[in-house]
T-cell receptor, first 112, second 117 residues
Framework: DVKVTQSSRYLVKRTGEKVFLECVQD?????MFWYRQDPGLGLRLIYF???????EKGDIPEGYSVSREKKERFSLILESASTNQTSMYLC???????????FGSGTRLTVV | AQKITQTQPGMFVQEKEAVTLDCTYD???????LFWYKQPSSGEMIFLIY??????QNATEGRYSLNFQKARKSANLVISASQLGDSAMYFC??????????????FGTGTKLQVIP
């Protein structure tokens, strides 16, 4: 089975800190995605990557950046964490022939 | 732009009854895919069912079926014989080819289903 692993399940950070959320997949998928999930808003796409060193902005990229130095790893970076970035963050990947995403278990980030 | 609309923020269903979760979509693409995901309170996203835009038959997976009405742009999820373990958040989503050929998936806001014993 495809596995998508997010390094932390829960994270508490202070306002202004630089935060790294890591995501690793083990099935050689080309496409990887970062979403944030908030009540009543569903899942909103932050950034995605379709190849190593390639990245595309999603619908809500402000305040975030990403890094994809290796095919299996896609990192989400909060340059200077703010309280409005408190959310559940979900990483997902999909191969070219797949129907749907495989998701990681999510990281619940709290910024205080 | 793609859009998914789920108009039911929350629903209740009696155990062993069937329930329909509504989903409408908007796209100008000819080729697209529609999904449903289940998210229990644990937070994991579980893939349930997929329907391609050119598939003539409605998709079924066990107790899940997708009622696909292309002209109405609707993709409702039907869960038959509800079980207590079906209590969860359900998301409708649509996959389309992004310019450049790669996949992009758009999600609805979700429906919280609660199954009553």
């Amino acid at each position: 089975d495809v596995k998508v692993t997010q390094s932390s399940r829960y994270l508490v950070k202070r306002t202004g800190e630089k935060v790294f959320l890591e995501c690793v997949q083990d099935m050689d998928h080309e496409n990887m995605f970062w979403y944030r999930q908030d009540p009543g808003l569903g899942l909103r796409l932050i950034y995605f990557s379709y190849d190593v060193k390639m990245k595309e902005k999603g619908d809500i990229p402000e305040g975030y950046s990403v890094s994809r130095e290796k095919k299996e790893r896609f990192s989400l970076i909060l340059e200077s964490a703010s309280t409005n970035q408190t959310s559940m963050y979900l990483c997902a990947s999909i191969g070219a022939l797949d129907y749907g995403y495989t998701f990681g278990s999510g990281t619940r980030l709290t910024v205080v | 732009a793609q859009k998914i609309t789920q108009t039911q923020p929350g629903m209740f269903v009696q155990e062993k009854e069937a329930v329909t979760l509504d989903c409408t979509y908007d796209t100008s693409d000819q080729s697209y895919g529609l999904f449903w995901y289940k998210q229990p309170s644990s937070g994991e996203m579980i893939f349930l069912i997929y329907q391609g835009s050119y598939d003539e038959q409605n998709a079924t997976e066990g107790r899940y079926s997708l009622n696909f009405q292309k002209a109405r742009k609707s993709a409702n999820l039907v869960i038959s014989a509800s079980q207590l373990g079906d209590s969860a958040m359900y998301f409708c989503a649509m996959r389309s080819a992004h310019s450049g050929g790669y996949q992009k998936v758009t999600f609805g806001t979700g429906t919280k289903l609660q199954v009553i014993p």
